[in-house]
C-alpha cells in the first residue's frame, strides 16, 4: 500500500488508477535508455559495441524486474479489498480499509467498508426486529389465550361477549403489528437501494400530493394547515415519492397529537445552505430530552393521539431512516408536554 499512497500524493496522478501503472511503466521502459544516454556520454566504451549491448540488455532486465515489481505493489490495495472482503464473508469480520483515496480503486475500497458496514447495521436491525416481533406476538398470544380460558368458566352471556370483543381487539393489533412489521421490512429495503440524485421540486406538487394523503384527515379534526415558503420550487436529492413520504408520516404525527379546532404549520425554506422543511403542531408535545427516543423503532414514547387514534411507533423512525439515507438530518424539539411540537427536516443544498 506504500507505494500507491505515494504515488497517490501525486496531483495528477491522484484521482486515475491506469495513469499509476502507466506512469511506473514509463519510467521502467526509460530506464535502460537513460543508462546507455549517460554511459555513451561519459565513459570511454563507444568502440566496444558488445560491452554497450551487454550493459544495455543487463540493465533492461533489471528496469524490467524492478517494473514488475512495482507494478505488482501497485495491485496491492484491490488484493487488500478482496482479501478483506472474502474474511468477511468467511469470519465476520469487518474491515477499515480507508476511504480517503479518489481513483477508481480507492473508490473500490470505499464502497467495500461502506457495503460492509450497512450490510452489518442492517443485520443487527433485522435481529432485533425478530427479537421485537417474537416478544410482542408472545405477548398478544398470551393476552388471547388467557381470555379464552375464561369463557368456559363465565356463565353470564354480557361477559362472555366482552371477552370475545377483548379477543377480536387483541388479533386484530396482532394483525396491525405484523403488517407494520412486514412493511418496515420492505420499507427499509426499498431505501437502501435509492441513491441521491438532485432534483427540482414543486411545492405545489408537494400541497397537492399532502392534501390527497390528508385533507379527510385535517376536515375530521377541524384542524387548519397554514403553508409558509419562500421559493416554489426546491432543489432536492430526495426522490419527489420519499419526501412525500416523510411529509405524511410528519403530518399524521401531528395531526394524532394536536387537539381539535388547532392549527398545523408546514414550512419550506431554502437559502445558499440548506433546504429546510419544518411541521409545527400545538399539540401534546412531549419534554426535551426525550426527542430521541421518538425515532427508536416501535419507540416505547408511542401513544395514542388526542382523540384515540392508534400507533404503532415506526413513523418517525422511517422518516429519519429516509431523511438520513439522503444525506439530510431530522430533528424534534418541543418545549414541554402540551407545548406543541416541530420536526425539521434539513438537506444541504450541495451534492455531497
Known amino acids: 500500500m506504500l507505494l500507491y499512497k505515494r504515488l497517490s500524493s501525486i496531483g495528477f496522478l491522484s484521482k486515475n488508477y491506469a495513469y499509476k501503472f502507466l506512469f511506473v511503466a514509463f519510467l521502467g521502459i526509460h530506464v535502460p535508455l537513460i543508462g546507455l544516454i549517460f ?16 550493459f544495455t540488455l543487463v540493465l533492461t532486465l533489471l528496469a524490467t524486474a524492478v517494473t514488475l515489481m512495482l507494478l505488482k505493489k501497485l495491485t496491492q490495495p484491490v488484493q487488500v479489498a478482496s482479501q478483506q472482503l472474502e474474511r468477511y464473508r468467511l469470519q465476520n469480520v469487518v474491515p477499515d480499509l480507508p476511504r480517503s483515496f479518489k481513483d477508481e480503486v480507492g473508490i473500490l ?9 450497512e450490510n452489518q447495521a442492517l443485520g443487527a436491525e433485522k435481529l432485533d426486529l425478530i427479537y421485537l416481533l417474537s416478544h410482542d406476538l408472545k405477548n398478544f398470544a398470551t393476552n388471547s389465550q388467557a381470555l379464552a380460558k375464561l369463557i368456559p368458566e363465565e356463565s353470564s ?7 370475545a370483543r377483548l379477543i377480536i381487539e ?30 427540482t421540486i414543486s411545492i405545489r406538487e408537494v ?19 397554514v403553508v409558509e415558503n ?49 411541521v409545527i403542531d400545538e399539540g401534546l408535545g412531549f419534554e426535551p ?26 413513523g418517525l423512525y422511517l ?28 438537506f444541504g443544498t450541495t451534492v455531497v
Do not use: W
Request: net charge neutral; charged share 30%; proline share 4%.
Open 230 to 278: 419562500n421559493k416554489p420550487q426546491l432543489q432536492l436529492p430526495i426522490e419527489f415519492d420519499l419526501l412525500i413520504r416523510v411529509l405524511v408520516n410528519l403530518l399524521d404525527n401531528a395531526i394524532k397529537f394536536s387537539e381539535r379546532g388547532s392549527c398545523i404549520r408546514l414550512n419550506f425554506h431554502e437559502d445558499e445552505q440548506a433546504v429546510t422543511i419544518s
Open 39 to 54: 554511459l555513451v556520454l561519459f565513459s570511454d566504451v563507444q568502440e566496444e559495441p558488445a560491452l554497450i549491448l551487454l
Open 157 to 163: 352471556r354480557s361477559q362472555i361477549d366482552e371477552y
Open 109 to 117: 475500497m470505499s464502497n467495500v467498508q461502506s457495503t460492509i458496514e
Open 170 to 199: 387483541s388479533t386484530g393489533q396482532q394483525f396491525r403489528f405484523i403488517e407494520n412489521f412486514i412493511r418496515l421490512i420492505k420499507d427499509e429495503e426499498d431505501i437502501a437501494k435509492r441513491l441521491p440524485v438532485f432534483r
Open 319 to 346: 422518516c429519519r431512516k429516509i431523511v438520513e439515507k439522503y444525506d439530510g438530518k431530522l430533528l424534534a424539539e418541543s418545549k414541554g408536554p402540551h407545548k406543541g411540537a416541530k420536526f425539521t427536516v434539513i
Open 289 to 314: 430530552g426525550q426527542a430521541d427516543s421518538l425515532f427508536r423503532k416501535f419507540s416505547p414514547m408511542a401513544r395514542k393521539g388526542t382523540e384515540n387514534e392508534p400507533t404503532m411507533g415506526i
Open 207 to 225: 400541497i397537492s400530493e399532502i392534501n390527497k394523503e390528508k385533507g379527510n384527515d385535517f376536515s375530521q379534526k377541524a384542524l387548519a394547515l
